[in-house]
Nanobody, 120 residues
Framework: QVQLVESGGGLVQAGGSLNLSCAASGLTSKLNNMGWYRQTPGNQRELVAT???????NYADSVKSRFPISRDNAKNTVFLQMNYLKPEATDVYYC??????????????WGQGTQVTVSS
């Protein structure tokens, strides 16, 4: 089992910054990809950014140059630095972690979500 605790959301003016963090506990040695997703109006979760244990990153095109993702494997924590925020970034952001088993299957875990609100 893996538990994810997010922090860092809040209210910010357009053009401002927020730094989201997500700390994992439990079977952290089995975690590979960690990252952030946002909830769409259709209740699907869409990719914002992910990072592997080895540091490989993947970004949504809309945030690639503004939201760098980083990870501290020693502290089992992933960070999303959100810069030059726009009102359309307003959403609930969910931390995601992928547990990889020794026998093959992968299991997703989600945090409780943190609200990001960008005022115009």
């Amino acid at each position: 089992q893996v538990q994810l605790v997010e922090s860092g959301g809040g209210l910010v003016q357009a053009g401002g910054s927020l730094n989201l963090s997500c700390a994992a506990s439990g079977l952290t040695s089995k975690l590979n990809n960690m990252g952030w997703y946002r909830q769409t109006p259709g209740n699907q979760r869409e990719l914002v950014a992910t990072i592997s244990r080895g540091g490989s990153t993947n970004y949504a095109d809309s945030v690639k140059s503004r939201f760098p993702i980083s990870r501290d494997n020693a502290k089992n924590t992933v960070f999303l630095q959100m810069n030059y925020l726009k009102p359309e970034a307003t959403d609930v952001y969910y931390c995601h972690a992928e547990l990889v088993t020794d026998w093959g299957p992968k299991y997703p875990y989600w945090g409780q979500g943190t609200q990001v609100t960008v005022s115009s």
